[in-house]
């Protein structure tokens, strides 16, 4: 009664056993395997070395594909962009602010302004914060840019 009955328990152990005895014979005619030796060894395919040329390709491909599909179309699409809300903003600027009123609040460019130069240390005076001044955003502008 026993063996007559089958079960998912007899089944899968049957198909355990046939699978272990396939993999056996497998390494046994690959090796040339006999009783005194073999003639070359079964690739550890779980060397750490194996493991980690897998890894590192897989994470290269992974890299790869968000470079390439999701980075650089990003970046494009972002540049494109910017570059069309720089051009409207210098285009509409001054109309912008003369409908809505804030034109007297745009410092207008003054004419030692404009002679002054505009690079990078350009300016040989040193500007140092003083503690009685205050801390605001004004005098962090003036020690940095100045």
């Known amino acids: 009664m026993f063996l007559t009955q089958e079960t998912p328990a007899k089944v899968l152990s ?3 056993a046939s699978l272990f005895s396939m993999f056996f ?15 070359s060894s079964l690739p550890d395919i779980a060397s ?8 590192d390709n897989a994470a290269n491909s992974y890299s790869n594909f968000v470079d390439a599909y999701l980075v650089k179309p990003g ?11 720089d ?22 460019p003054s004419s030692q302004a404009s002679s002054a130069p505009r ?10 914060f003083k503690p009685s001044q205050g801390f605001s955003v004004d005098t962090l502008y003036s020690i940095l840019i100045r």
């Not at 750490?48 to 890894?55: E, F, G, I, T």
């Open 87 to 108: 051009y409207i903003i210098d285009e509409a600027g001054p109309q912008i602010l003369a409908i809505s009123g804030f034109d007297s609040l745009v410092d207008q």
């Open 119 to 128: 690079v990078a240390g350009a300016y040989t005076e040193v500007s140092y």
């Open 25 to 39: 014979l497998f390494a046994v005619s690959n090796t040339n395997a006999s009783f005194t030796g073999t003639e």
């Open 75 to 85: 970046v494009e699409s972002y540049a494109f962009g910017k570059d069309n809300l």
């Open 14 to 16: 049957l198909v355990g």
């Open 48 to 55: 750490p070395a194996r493991v980690m040329s897998v890894l």
